[in-house]
């Protein structure tokens, strides 16, 4: 399974960034398995901000409830996080993974930079 994560960037404070995933490998990949977005800010460890089912459920960390929008294409196998509202505190790498479960980590993308500055 290869994931290969794009739409990473600066920004400032209150700004949006829409991040997507692009997955190959196996076939209906979305489909079939969970997909989620994780991140790491330097210094700190990985967190799980989004995670979506095959069956197309949500779940959010807290801090990302309202401002960030976790979604699919399962004809192009791509994923996707939009964020909205983005606050500094949202500056890390935000790695695209596919797995099982609410916690999918099987495999990950290269990771993306969303650094958020004035």
């Known amino acids: 399974v290869q994931l290969v994560e794009s739409g990473g960037g600066l920004v400032q404070p209150g700004e949006s960034l829409k991040l997507s995933c692009t997955a190959s490998g196996l076939q209906s990949i979305l489909s079939t398995y969970s997909a989620g977005w994780y991140r790491q800010a330097p210094g700190k460890q990985s967190e799980l901000v989004a995670v979506i089912r095959a069956s197309g459920t949500t779940k959010y960390m807290d801090s990302a409830k309202g401002r960030f929008t976790i979604s699919k294409d399962t004809v192009k196998d791509t994923l996707y996080l939009e964020m909205n509202n983005l606050e500094v505190e949202d500056t890390a790498v935000y790695y695209c993974?596919?797995?099982?479960?609410?916690?999918?980590?099987?495999?990950w993308g290269q990771g993306t930079q969303v650094t958020v500055s004035t």
């Open positions: 993974t596919v797995g099982t479960g609410w916690t999918p980590n099987e495999y």
